[in-house]
């Protein structure tokens, strides 16, 4: 949403609350809710919960209660209903006719966000294949709702464009944009394999969305001595402000140096179909040498949203990655003591606080195969000692008779590359 877009829809949610049944407490998953619905461009006029066992067949919660949202629809002059769990195509139509005005269901929501912030052609491409599986499982009994062609949520993005209610057309667009994501994935892999060959480490940054991954990101990119900083990435407070994956070099002051990733964050009850859509952007995860779980400190959720964060790791084979948990937004919450201090940092992107801890933190996950030498190349391979001097942080430097003296560390690859160039000791 655009900064002066005024807000044009007003939305009751309406949650249900199924007692030990639910895996999340009803009042944090609403107010979660809300933050989406303001993410997505509308006003919150009412929240409804109902505590029921079960779910009705025909229209999710009971008659009573549709009864109720309508008359909050009615006194608070609101246009759409977003509920808090997948709904079913005849469940949306059922409630569509009884509420006489536009429903939507959690995902529906979400996928709408996506719509609105995916920049580059992979996340469009994704975003679009997610919609086209939820509307294709919905094609009986959602009629007028996916008619719908634009001018609020749940029909933005490739909903747009009017897609035709045909499910061997949505099939076949399905089929398309998988070879696009397909080509797409090759080209990321040879990326990756080019990465391994020059031995540049991979840092990717997971976690739940607004938990300051973006921040982080932009932090280090300031910070790098090769920084560009043109290469910064969207951030602001919201949920999902960064929906596409963000890949930057960092060079840090000893010369030592990785590529940090940013991912798209993760959210509570996270559809299935928007985790497979996604697959292809958090591989990004999957190939780095170390996660950074970040974590908003400062949220009162913030052990919940570090369970959905592994949850969701685990749905990706990603859970059993070298981690560290980066507790973010301390400014915040600078009396709060959370997790263990040995096993986490305690940051703030925004001030800079303990940064330096993290970065140590990182290097030496990273860097501590890396093995100190001492080299005397002999001048008439200049080449070599211009390449490790420009390459590493070099301790000590001398010229002797029979060559130049350098004290440093380097990988593996140079150590072997290099050890006939060894200072033997006498």
């Known amino acids: 949403m655009e900064e002066n877009q005024i807000l044009t829809q007003r939305a009751v949610l309406v949650g249900l609350y199924q007692g030990l049944k639910d895996e999340f407490d009803i009042r944090e998953s609403m107010n979660e809710l809300a933050e989406l619905t303001l993410a997505a461009g509308a006003e919150v006029a009412d929240i409804i919960i109902q505590n029921k066992a079960s779910i009705e067949a025909a229209t999710f919660i009971g008659a009573g209660k549709v009864e109720e949202v309508k008359m909050a629809i009615q006194d608070t002059e609101s246009n759409i209903v977003i509920f808090n769990d997948e709904l079913s195509g005849a469940q949306i139509r059922n409630l569509e006719n009884l509420l006489e005005t536009t429903v939507i269901d959690r995902t529906a929501l979400i996928l709408d966000i996506f719509a609105v912030r995916a920049q580059t052609k992979i996340a469009k491409l994704q975003v679009e294949l997610a919609q086209l599986r939820y509307r294709a499982s919905r094609l009986t009994g959602l009629g007028a709702s996916l008619s719908r062609t634009g001018g609020g949520i749940g029909t933005r993005g490739p909903g747009e464009q009017k897609l035709e209610i045909d499910r061997r057309r949505i099939n076949e667009r399905i089929d398309e944009i998988r070879k696009q994501i397909k080509e797409s994935e090759k080209n990321r892999t040879v990326q990756r394999k080019l990465r391994k060959k020059m031995e540049v480490p991979v840092v990717a940054l997971v976690g739940y969305t607004n938990a300051g991954k973006s921040s982080i990101l932009n932090y280090f990119i300031n910070h790098s001595i090769e920084g560009e900083p043109d290469k910064q990435v969207f951030e602001k407070d919201m949920l999902f402000a960064t929906l596409d994956t963000f890949a930057r070099r960092i060079v840090l002051e000893d010369k030592k140096e990785f590529i940090l990733t940013d991912t798209v964050g993760f959210v509570s009850k996270l559809p299935h179909s928007i985790i497979d859509a996604f697959k292809a952007t958090l591989e990004e995860a999957l190939g780095a040498d170390i996660l950074l779980h970040v974590v908003d400190a400062s949220n009162d959720s913030y ?15 990603a859970g059993d990655k070298e981690m560290i948990t980066v507790f973010n937004k301390m400014d915040l919450v600078p009396d709060k003591v959370i997790g263990d201090l040995e096993e986490s940092v305690h940051i703030s992107a925004k001030t800079g606080e303990n940064i330096a801890l993290l970065v140590e933190k990182i290097k030496t ?15 008439t391979d200049g080449k070599a000692a211009s390449y490790i001097c420009e390459t590493y942080k070099v301790d000590k430097i001398d010229h002797l008779e029979m060559g130049t003296y350098i004290e440093t560390e380097v990988s593996e690859a140079d150590y072997n590359k290099y050890k006939h160039y060894l200072k033997i000791e006498e």
């Not at 052990?303 to 084979?317: G, P």
């Not at 996950?365 to 001048?379: D, G, N």
């Open 303 to 317: 052990k919940m949203q570090m369970e959905v964060t592994k949850q969701v790791l685990n749905e990706l084979h």
């Open 365 to 379: 996950h990273l860097f501590s195969h890396m093995k100190k030498v001492i080299f005397v190349i002999p001048y």
